[in-house]
């Protein structure tokens, strides 16, 4: 089965929409949101939306409008975060500052994150305005607590699953939370599928960790450029903190004093995955999914229940 399958004609409108939205008549910024529409993913978060909605009952206008707005939030959250980590290549593209300065793609980031408030007024749906609003917040939460973890190296698992909270499992919670809204689902079942978001959110950020220790050209971010950047993510944090290696010391200290060189990172790679820190984190990985699925199973039995399973399985078993 085809996990868009259920929701397939509404999906092509989603993306019909979400190309219409990014355009602009100022020269520059359509050559921008123009090499944007080239590094889009797969989609996940409008999928889930709309899968959402179609378990719940019913695909409707709002159910298109808030798809198109989240994946709009995220993608000026992308724009956002490339500049601020200064990533000049995404998903095996170069980014969008890799094109033009920071001042450009903060600008376009901006223009993005407009657009897709406008879309949430456009619903007249408070309770969705709200959602976004507050994830939006969040996002940003996220990032400077994320730069606090960092610089204050900050290693437990509880400060971990805040920041990926914020940065991840807010908005795929969102998007599952939305969709049921639109569907016009009972509040029991608005408040499952916000759930169901969170532990989604939790396993792909997990997952995108995971890519970070390995070399994967299909992946498009080096290998190790977490750790360049100080983020001490769950496989390298399961072993500092949870194994009492007679190297440990030595690998806190290389943390401490930022000596990142490239022996160093091929170093706490290496260690991260001697001693069990990948097959942790798939572990905890696991976990988020089980629950996620245990969610599921509350909705009534529907081929769109059944693709948000194997969405569930795809999450953690991606390639990219």
Do not use: W
């Not at 980031?109 to 709200?130: C, F, H, K």
């Not at 769109?304 to 399985?313: H, I, W």
């Amino acid at each position: 089965m085809i996990i868009e399958q259920p929701v397939a004609v509404e999906f092509k409108r989603f993306k019909d929409e979400f190309v219409n939205s990014l355009s602009s008549s100022t020269l520059k910024l359509q050559s921008a949101l123009d090499k944007i529409m080239l590094s889009t993913g797969k989609h996940i978060r409008p999928l889930l939306v709309l899968l959402t909605a179609k378990a719940c009952g019913k695909i409707t206008d709002n159910s298109i409008n808030s798809s198109v707005l989240l994946e709009l939030l995220h993608t000026a959250s992308l724009v956002h975060d490339d500049v601020i980590d200064n990533t000049k290549e995404r998903r095996g593209i170069p980014s969008l500052n890799a094109f033009f300065d920071n001042r450009v793609s903060v600008l376009v980031g901006d223009y993005i994150l407009s657009s897709a408030l406008i879309r949430s007024i456009q619903t007249g749906d408070i309770r969705i305005m709200q959602l976004v609003s507050e994830v939006g917040r969040a996002l940003s939460e996220g990032e400077i607590r994320q730069l606090e973890v960092v610089e204050n190296i900050v290693l437990d698992e509880d400060s971990y699953l805040q920041v990926i909270k914020k940065k991840t499992a807010m908005l795929i919670s969102a998007c599952t939370e939305i969709g049921a809204i639109t569907s016009g689902a009972s509040e029991e079942t608005i408040a499952d599928c916000r759930e169901l978001g969170e532990y989604l959110g939790y396993c792909f950020q997990i997952k995108d960790d995971i890519f970070d220790y390995y070399s994967d050209i299909k992946i498009g971010k080096p290998t190790g450029n977490d750790i360049i950047e100080g983020k001490v993510t769950l496989p390298l944090l399961y072993v500092l903190r949870g194994t009492n290696h007679v190297d440990t010391s030595r690998y806190l200290q290389i943390i401490e004093e930022r000596d990142f060189s490239p022996k160093h990172i091929e170093e706490l790679i290496a260690f991260a995955k001697a001693n069990g820190g990948i097959e942790y984190a798939e572990k905890r990985m696991d976990e988020f999914k089980a629950k996620a699925k245990e969610v599921l199973y509350r909705l009534p039995d529907s081929p769109a229940r059944e693709s948000l399973l194997l969405l569930a399985d795809y999450i953690i078993e991606r390639k990219k």
